[in-house]
């Protein structure tokens, strides 16, 4: 099995407070599911809510006291009952495979129906689950249908569209939404971040914790953001054929995920344009773009803005659907 073993020194959750109180529940009455699906953006929070559960459930106790052996072996990820799938590597480019393969998804059956080392509960991570292959899902289905005693598996995927219907409906849903900008930026700051970055962050973090986090502390992500900025601006400036190309060349050398978050972004910039429209400009999330952003704003009617979000919204739903992402974008090079 692709098994990552890293540490996991459980942070805070930042928001999804009703997913954390549900998790909760189940813990304090034991009334475990076999299988819960979690769903949200990339950087949402998914991996940080179920790396948070699974070491209150090895623990026995809610929340984790982080002391005892099996909480200090989930930490240094070493746990025996702990097994994470992930996609793999490509021996060829180093890159990771399209796919979590079927051969994975059956050493994992060989993993489930092994007893735990610790006598409690054996937890299974699927990282990324809506990039099962269709056999690999299909296996899967397997020991979602026979589930064994003490095992819990949790799906980690950005849309429950992505996965097939007979796996949903196997799993318990618990869907991540984005978070509040003023909650973001109160928990930045209680993790020492400076108050200006924080602000910054979290306005351009669109609601995904993680994201904020990034931005708040890796000068890369930074830099990275505000090229894609330029970008956008470049993009929204040429003519068809330009944005044609664009979308040809972007698609090419992003996946799935990234067309979804360059959607996004693109939303979040037409929404600035529109509160410079309405002088606004306090509320901006891309603060340091508001120049080249003000001289877009007299390209666009408020009614166009309000039509192309909408139209992104859709692009968005789309992409996570698996409708092509390149054709996506070429529909969307039309209306702008």
């Not at 407070?17 to 990339?42: E, W």
């Not at 309405?278 to 390209?299: C, I, K, P, T």
């Amino acid at each position: 099995m692709s098994e990552t073993q890293v540490e996991h020194q459980t942070l805070p959750i930042i928001g999804h407070q009703a997913a954390t109180a549900f998790f909760s529940r189940v813990l304090s009455h034991d009334q475990l599911s076999h299988a819960y699906l979690i769903t949200g953006p990339q950087h949402i929070g998914k991996t940080t809510l179920a790396t948070q559960f699974a070491q209150a459930l090895l623990c026995g106790k809610n929340p984790a006291c982080g002391m005892c052996i099996p909480c200090r072996q989930f930490i240094q990820g070493i746990h025996p009952d702990v097994s994470w799938v992930n996609r793999e590597q490509s021996e060829a480019t180093d890159a990771l495979k399209k796919n979590i393969s079927i051969e994975q998804i059956r050493q994992l059956q060989s993993r489930a129906y092994l007893s735990s080392f610790g006598g409690t509960y054996k937890v299974i991570i699927i990282t990324e689950a809506h990039t099962l292959s269709l056999e690999a899902a299909n296996a899967l289905l397997k020991t979602l249908e026979e589930p064994t005693a003490k095992t819990v598996l949790l799906l980690l995927a950005t849309h429950e569209k992505l996965l097939p219907a007979t796996v949903v409906s196997r799993c318990q849903l618990i869907r991540l939404q984005p978070v509040a900008d003023q909650h973001i930026y109160e928990q930045l700051m209680a993790r020492g971040i400076e108050r200006k970055k924080a602000r910054q962050a979290a306005a351009a973090s669109y609601g995904l914790p993680g994201r904020a986090i990034t931005l708040a502390t890796d000068v890369d992500v930074a830099t990275a953001l505000r090229q894609q900025v330029r970008d956008f601006i470049t993009f929204v400036q040429q003519d068809l054929p330009g944005r044609f190309a664009f979308a040809t060349s972007f698609t090419a050398d992003v996946d799935r995920e990234g067309v979804i978050t360059q959607l996004r972004l693109w939303k979040a910039l037409l929404r600035d344009i529109a509160l410079i429209q309405h002088g606004s400009m306090s509320y901006l999330a891309h603060q340091f773009a508001s120049h080249e952003l003000e001289q877009l704003a007299g390209r666009y009617q408020a009614a166009q803005l309000y039509t192309l979000i909408e139209r992104l919204q859709q692009a968005e739903a789309d992409v996570a659907a698996n409708v092509t992402p390149r054709l996506v974008l070429e529909q969307m090079a039309l209306h702008f």
